[in-house]
């Protein structure tokens, strides 16, 4: 049973654009929330993470947006780039297990 | 600093045909996993080590098998591969559980005949 769905999966923005990715979980025992990015052939990388004690998190041109009484946490990439055509993925866990879900990932196309 | 450390990075199997795949941390992690990855389905956990001489299973164990050999070192075995398990498998390795960051390695490409 999937719990983090993850939407859409793929998505087409102009540079500049603002793209955005959402995530919904099921589990409210969830604590950890992390964004990973991968390029083709790599593995994933931790782009950006939040807890949910705040609502919002910005690093540089992405931000995590997070609604707790919804269960939704999105990705939101300001100015968006060419460089950061990717694949996205929202992951879930709890900060005392080992078992990280990951939402079914968005492929992102920013075209120049 | 090579980080997660993934070989082969392509493997081609017969099915029945049995392999393992070798994953080496330099980061001094406790924790060890390993993920396969298929398309529209994100990544899904097989195994993880929590720590040095502990494994436990994940989402998708069937068909696998693995040994912490040390704290750096985290194998995946294949006993007898079938075609389902086409995918392309990563490590990763985390200081201590989920909730830390999770380092990936290259991955490994594997293709089941």
């Known amino acids: 049973q999937q719990q983090v769905k993850q939407s859409p999966q793929s998505l087409i923005v102009q540079k500049g654009g603002i793209s955005i990715i959402n995530c919904a979980y099921e589990?409210?025992?969830?604590?950890?929330f992390p964004w990973y990015q991968q390029f083709p052939g790599k593995g994933p990388a931790l782009l950006i993470a939040?807890?949910?004690?705040?609502s919002e998190k910005k690093e540089g041109r992405f931000t995590i947006s997070f609604n707790k009484s919804a269960k939704q946490f999105s990705l939101h990439i300001m100015d968006s780039q060419p460089g950061d055509s990717a694949t996205y993925f929202c992951?879930?866990?709890?900060?005392?297990?080992?078992?990280?879900?990951f939402g079914s990932g968005t492929r992102l196309l920013v075209r120049p | 600093n090579a980080g997660v450390t993934q070989t082969p990075k392509f493997q081609v199997l017969k099915t029945g045909q049995s392999m393992t795949l070798q994953c080496a941390q330099d980061?001094?992690?406790?924790?060890m996993y390993w993920y396969r990855q298929d398309p529209g389905m994100g990544l899904r956990l097989i195994y993880y080590?929590?720590?040095?001489?502990t494994t436990d299973k994940g989402e998708v164990p069937n068909g696998y098998n693995v040994s912490r050999l040390n704290k750096r070192e985290f194998s995946l075995r294949l006993e007898s591969a079938a075609p389902s398990q086409t995918s392309v498998y990563f490590c990763?390795?985390?200081?201590w559980g989920a909730g830390t960051e999770a380092f990936f390695g290259q991955g490994t490409r594997l293709t089941v005949v």
């Open positions: 080590s929590a720590s040095e001489g």
């Open positions: 992951a879930a866990s709890m900060d005392s297990s080992y078992k990280l879900i």
């Open positions: 980061m001094n992690h406790n924790s």
């Open positions: 939040i807890r949910p004690d705040v």
């Open positions: 589990n409210t025992a969830f604590d950890y």
């Open positions: 990763a390795s985390s200081e």
